[in-house]
């Protein structure tokens, strides 16, 4: 059988980041957007370990023997042997990766890897690659911020470095939101439709589990100072519940920041144990999710157009049809601009009926536009904007994996018609100022997913629950 030799492996040469998203979001073509980085054919992550020269290639050889596999059993592809599937749930993104889980964006490499993310630029490849084994055991490798470690090399009496990003974890610090009392603002769409609108057929099952049963686990990637020496698999869990020793479902909520793409998702599948643990069909898979709130800071603080420094009431700015974070559908979304959400506030975002409300939102565009439904919101502060999804859900008969999306962009704003008759002085500008910054990775502050699959007539499920 041909197997690709070291020399054979190539990455695709991407110009921007910009366009890596687009290629994740699926909203340009690969082959129109990028080539390889030496013209050499590539191969992605979802190549089949058979068709690798494994035992010979400085980078796969080494991670194969961190999980202590001298022999990979035949027809299983690196994404899943590896565990790149944990490490990058997303499978458009992962197409763009390498075997070896490389891309190039620019001059700089950037290498998903279970430690995190490393980068350097292309003229250290082969440095990199040759002494992966150490690279990989993050010897000499020094602390620059909370999150981003270098390793100094000397080549050619040149001094470059090679830096690694903790792609996988959180800081412990909390987000403190201040309550500032705001009034109330009262306006005329109800999150929560009235509960004798139409209910999808395919969700009333949904209504017979038993969610209170299911075990549920706290979720959310911490990094400890001084231990992430420990490696990333510890801070990066999935988790799993049995329906036999041969059957599971699967299951995780993540956030991961690769430095060239962020993503907060969630993910589940149906497994079935052969000499590893492969994806197999459930009867039916559910992942439904609750009132998930996402924070993207921005870069600089926009000053309110206030005097004296107070903070302003929160405005109504408008709403507008686009694609809602999770759904990869089209849905009303509102947006308000002002204060910052309060402590309050957020827990009220949890506190609703969860299942009925989950099939009472099934997302129907030209029922969201008749019945002014709103589907989501944006919360538009002078330091940072939030992301509010309403409870949704999927739900796949004869399905092995069901995953969601739910990060997004600034972007999203720009294009909103602002209403002016209500609004005072100067709150255009502001806006208009705001828009034209570019958010920093989006982080995710609370949510709960619950998942469940139905096999042989039995249904077993969990729920991962993010707390502020």
Known sequence: ??????????????????????????????????????????????????????????????????????????????????????LVPNLNFAKLLNIRGEIMVRDTIYKISPAGTFYFHKSLLDYFENNYSNISALEDFEKLTDRTYKREVNINKQVSSICLYDTYAYDDKEDLIPDFHMEEIETKTSPIPPKNEIIDNNWEEAQDIDWDSQPSYNTGANTVVGKWLEGAFGRNKKYTSNFDSKHRIWAKLYYYDYVIYSEIGAKTKMQKKKVAWNKTKAEKLYLIWNSMVIKTDFPNTVNYP?????????????????????????????????????????????????????????????????????????????????????????????????????????????????????LPKGWENWIKHVSGQKPKAPELIQGEIRVAAKHNGSIKGLRLIKQK
Do not use: W
């Open 1 to 86: 059988m041909a197997q690709y030799t070291t020399k054979e492996i190539d990455m695709l040469n991407i110009d921007s980041k910009e366009t890596v998203k687009k290629l994740v979001n699926q909203e340009e073509s690969l082959t129109s957007l990028t080539k390889s980085f030496t013209g050499n054919k590539i191969q992605n992550l979802l190549t089949e370990m058979n068709f690798i020269d494994y035992i010979n290639d400085p980078v796969i050889s080494v991670e194969l023997r961190s999980l202590g596999i001298s022999k990979p059993p035949t027809n299983i592809n690196i994404y899943e042997l590896l565990g790149y599937d944990n």
């Open 306 to 422: 206030q005097v004296g420094g107070n903070q302003p009431n929160r405005y109504f700015l408008g709403k507008r049809i686009e694609k809602v974070p999770g759904t990869n559908k089209e849905g009303l979304v509102a947006y308000y601009g002002g204060s910052a959400l309060t402590d309050a506030e957020l827990k009220k975002f949890a506190e609703a009926d969860y299942v009925n409300n989950v099939i009472d939102l099934k997302i129907h565009v030209n029922e969201d536009l008749s019945k002014d439904r709103i589907c989501a919101a944006k919360y538009i502060t002078n330091k940072c904007m939030y992301t509010v999804i309403y409870p949704y859900g999927k739900m796949g008969k004869n399905a092995e994996i069901l995953q969601s999306t739910f990060d997004s962009d600034l972007h999203m704003i720009i294009g909103l018609k602002t209403p002016t008759s209500h």
